[in-house]
């Protein structure tokens, strides 16, 4: 078992254990799923900004967007682990499609391009230079679209 | 306006500004709101199971443990920003207390501790020392208590 299927098991474990919270596996489950929903919303509230100031519909603020993009990357890493065995829409509302189990090699691929797309991008604004941003900021989109495409219900 | 201020008003902007986005002020404090929740929802996954640790309730793994208190100590920075002025809960359905912005000041001492104890106890989390790790993990807990009690509804 790798890193972070342990504590995804982990934190499964002990979302059963602990008496503050979920008593079922199914409630553990339930908590998987809106443990990486709530990542997702980390990620498009970092994302969104930076879209703006991309397009140019917003100011370009180098302090505000290197910290976005920081953050970015980091959620990048965190939304694997909420994707256990199991946490699929019969488990509780998700919009994840079951091929993410069936493919699950091909789902951890795009999910750790999306890591490494995210990391780029930090880098990327570190620069503070728009011209190296925004084919970063638009790799980084790609990855969360063509994962979306594949792996989530429209 | 300080830095954390800037970034909170520049994701309102873009969050009305972008087409994919809420289209009113009213909606983005919504975001905003749902934002801050994502994030202590993202604090929770990571705490609950390293309280399970430190209470013995589950093995304790250095590797995994480390992962959650980084995770933690990187989340703790991020929730300030949803606690933007007007996002109350006239703005939408929160616990937050009015007093989050009648008394800001003290509000933003006690995330600062927050931050402060789990970049602590993520410190302690690398020597691997349950001696050392259990009391940082009480620290943390206490800044969570303390915040709560004041600025959380029950």
């Known amino acids: 078992m790798n890193r972070i299927a342990r504590i995804a098991s982990l934190a499964l474990a002990a979302a059963v254990a602990s008496l503050s919270l979920p008593a079922s596996a199914d409630d553990a489950k339930q908590e998987a799923i809106k443990y990486r929903q709530a990542v997702f919303k980390v990620v498009g509230w970092n994302f969104k900004p930076m879209g703006a100031m991309v397009k140019g519909e917003t ?22 682990e909420g994707f256990a065995p199991g946490t699929d829409a019969l488990a509780g509302e998700t919009r994840a499609k079951d091929d993410i189990w069936k493919k699950n090699d091909d789902f951890k691929s795009k999910m750790a391009e999306f890591e490494k797309a995210s990391a780029a991008l930090a880098q990327a604004a570190q620069g503070g230079d728009m011209a190296a941003i925004k084919p970063a900021f638009g790799k980084t989109a790609d990855t969360c679209k063509s994962c979306h495409k594949a792996y989530r219900e429209d």
Do not use: E, T, V
Request: aromatic share 14%; proline share 5%.
């Open 59 to 80: 100011p370009y603020d180098k302090a505000a967007f290197q910290r976005m993009a920081d953050n970015l990357a980091f959620a990048s890493k965190l939304a694997l």
